[in-house]
């Protein structure tokens, strides 16, 4: 619904009237508000270790454009190169931009985000993320969401995509529906090419790359939700 490359000039609308429409029409079952806090960063400078952020404007201007779509959509911006901004990255635990937090809207939730523009084929991630807060729920049995909650330390899921991997959404559900189910799990999508640096640190090389904790697992392709529990279990020295 919304390219990735080739992503029109600044003040151009980014959603067509066709995809406005359908996207409305997908929104318009929405029973509970949903929180899209998203960080940016305005500032220029170049610092070692700090990447560029390539698509901040067009992130923000994309999230503008969706929360206008429905008023049970709630948009939060913090920008990095402010003080207010680095205060609330430090309460977030935000450590890039353009970084999306989603979350019902109260609730104090930050384990589930986008580190990233959710474009290509994350944006229908963005809005079946946004159904399953808004209405659906997460849909995992309730021995599952016990057996996360019983988790001896939290688990971190990073999902490494590409806006024209077709698989990647699959993975990205998964981790955000274990992290929107449990505190005890983080969910986080990662666009590989916008933060080429840690994509090395992970030795990414092919997508959708789930790494756990740091490395301490990983889950290779759009796998179904028993290979993400058994690698979860590994992670954290859990027998099955």
């Not at 993320?129 to 899921?157: A, F, K, T, W, Y």
């Not at 933060?195 to 990983?218: M, Q």
Request: hydrophobic share 40%; charged share 25%.
């Amino acid at each position: 619904m919304y390219p990735y490359r080739g992503i029109p000039e600044v003040n151009m609308a980014l959603l067509g009237p066709k995809e406005q429409e359908i996207v409305r029409e997908r929104l318009a079952n929405l029973t509970r508000d949903v929180e899209m806090v998203l960080f940016t960063d305005s500032s220029t400078l170049i610092a070692p270790g700090k990447e560029p952020c390539l698509y901040c404007k067009e992130t923000k201007q994309l999230l503008e454009e969706l929360s206008a779509l429905s008023d049970k959509l709630h948009l939060v911006v913090y920008d990095l190169a402010t003080p207010e901004g680095k205060e609330k990255a430090g309460a977030y635990k935000v450590e890039a931009a353009p970084t999306l937090i989603l979350r019902e809207k109260g609730s104090e939730a930050i384990n589930l985000r986008y580190r990233g523009i959710p474009a290509g084929y994350e944006f229908a991630s963005l809005l079946e993320d946004i159904e399953m807060l808004g209405r659906d729920g997460h849909g995992l049995p309730e021995n599952v969401v016990q057996e996360l909650n019983d988790l001896p330390e939290e688990v971190v899921l990073q999902v490494f995509v590409t806006p024209t991997c077709p698989y990647c959404p699959q993975a990205v559900r998964t981790a955000h529906r274990l992290a929107y189910a449990s505190p005890k799990v983080w969910g986080e999508m990662i666009e590989a090419n916008e933060f080429p640096a840690l994509s090395d640190r992970y030795h990414i090389h092919g997508v959708p790359d789930t790494v756990i904790n740091y490395g301490k697992e990983r889950v290779l392709g759009a796998q179904p939700l028993s290979q993400f529990l058994q690698a979860i279990r590994k992670a954290v020295g859990v027998r099955a």
